[in-house]
């Protein structure tokens, strides 16, 4: 048992950027525009999803850089909604973080990884789930042994994924260049408006994660300034990226045809050559291999700061007297992701559902800045420019979003919903049990 009260700062702005794009940049920029093509399938339509996934990565996260510099706490979203909202509404963000958001995302992650090198060399039916596991156990004891490893890792993966998307990039302006790109990319069909909002489901998946770097404040060097710069930075990046990787799929492939690949990055490089299928295979590896790093670095931070309210196990709430890092929190994590990992057989059937119950919360931490703002008048270290615009913007799209997927698909939203509710019993057994300082 660990007796050291407090978690190192050794994380600057440049590694905790990279950690909110990092975040970001899993297997959606490859697995999702497919699907936003087929519910937007014009050139127009497909930009215009991913411009708006920018605007709400953007405008989220100078939204939540000021509540960072108000707040400096770990366990970022968390640590906003219990100071805005208490305990309960707190307690069901960690909850459902657990047991779906961020578990189950670790576990699509490594095995989509696992899948990627059975492609590379065949593992069969069996040792796909074996590979994702030991993945797993990889990652979980590098994280384990301290958070400038953990960080360091997760940077230099980001930086290899960056690398190979912008190569994505390069061959879709060379295209463009060449030949005009594919015939037809600039076609014009008809969509509503509901269309919009479920390709959104494929985008906000995409763009999930650079609030990621919120849960590490309490490693963070002067987090008052470095956590706002780095999630905007990581917004303003990811979205860069994004838009612009989107524009080269249409180059080599046009709306059709990304609405047609199940393979959309692999076709459109293999477009120009042979071997894309393998170039793509080793950089989704990369790719799925640093998000879920990332993943099984931050949210652990967040059980570990329930413990330390008291609302949740007190184990979560040790450190490692050597590692100086929450084991117990990773391991816990960690542990459930192998679970879910044997027993799911996908996680793309769960994403709308995981991404209605993420944009709620979401959502709701960004309009704790109102409520923050009547409570302290004092100046932070950092202002949400355009107040309130910015994050009535943000707290709109979201609304909106959320609205349209519960009429298009109530089973997937009433699932998170009632996922969510269980969680009352959870945390009334805590209350009970004296477990929370009332």
């Known amino acids: 048992m660990a007796d050291t009260q407090t978690l190192r700062r050794e994380i600057g702005v440049l590694p905790l950027a990279l950690i909110a794009i990092g975040a970001c940049i899993g297997s959606g920029i490859f697995l999702t525009p497919s699907d936003i093509a087929q519910k937007v399938p014009d050139e127009g339509g497909i930009l215009l999803a991913w411009v708006i996934g920018g ?60 899948r990627y090198l059975d492609y590379l060399y065949p593992l069969g039916p069996e040792g796909i789930p074996l590979a994702g596991t030991v993945i797993l156990i990889l990652l979980t004891w590098i994280n384990i042994r301290g958070v400038k490893a953990g960080a360091s890792v997760a940077s230099t993966l980001t930086l290899l994924k960056i690398m190979g998307i912008l190569l994505i990039i390069a061959a879709g302006a060379w295209y463009w260049l060449s030949v005009g790109g594919v015939e037809g990319s600039h076609e014009h069909s008809s969509w509503g408006i509901s269309g919009l909002a479920l390709a959104l489901v494929g985008v906000f998946w995409s763009y999930g994660g ?60 293999g477009q120009l050559v042979g071997k894309g299928g393998l170039l793509i295979a080793i950089l989704i590896i990369i790719s799925t291999l640093g998000t879920a790093s990332i993943y099984t670095l931050s949210a652990p931070r967040v059980y570990f700061s329930m413990s330390r309210d008291r609302s949740f ?34 996680f793309e059937n769960l994403i709308a559902y995981v991404v209605f119950m993420d944009v709620i919360f979401m959502a709701m931490a960004a309009a704790g800045i109102f409520i923050i703002r009547r409570r302290h008048t004092s100046e932070p270290a950092y202002t949400v420019p355009l107040y309130p615009l910015v994050p009535l913007t943000y707290i709109g799209i979201c609304i909106w979003f959320l609205v349209t997927l519960i009429i298009s698909q109530p089973e997937q939203a009433w699932a998170g919903l009632i996922l969510c509710g269980l969680g009352v019993p959870v945390f009334l057994w805590f209350r009970r049990s004296n477990a929370i300082s009332l």
């Open 55 to 114: 605007l709400v990565a953007l405008t989220g996260s100078l939204t939540f850089a000021e509540l960072g510099s108000r707040i400096d706490a770990n366990g970022g979203v968390y640590a906003y909604l219990k100071t805005c909202y208490g305990d309960a509404v707190a307690f069901l963000y960690g909850w459902i973080t657990l047991t779906v958001i961020t578990s189950g995302a670790i576990a699509a992650l490594v095995l989509a990884c696992a």
């Open 210 to 269: 650079w609030h990621h770097a919120s849960y590490l404040a309490g490693e963070v060097i002067q987090p008052s300034r470095t956590v706002p710069r780095a999630m905007v930075i990581g917004a303003i990046v990811v979205t860069s990226i994004y838009v612009t990787a989107n524009w080269a799929y249409l180059q080599l492939l046009g709306p059709a045809g990304m609405a047609g690949s199940s393979a959309v990055a692999a076709d459109a490089v």
């Open 313 to 346: 196990f007190p184990q979560l709430a040790m450190i490692h007297p050597w590692f100086q890092t929450p084991h117990v929190a990773i391991l816990l994590q960690s542990g459930w992701a192998i679970v879910l990992l044997w027993f799911w057989n996908t």
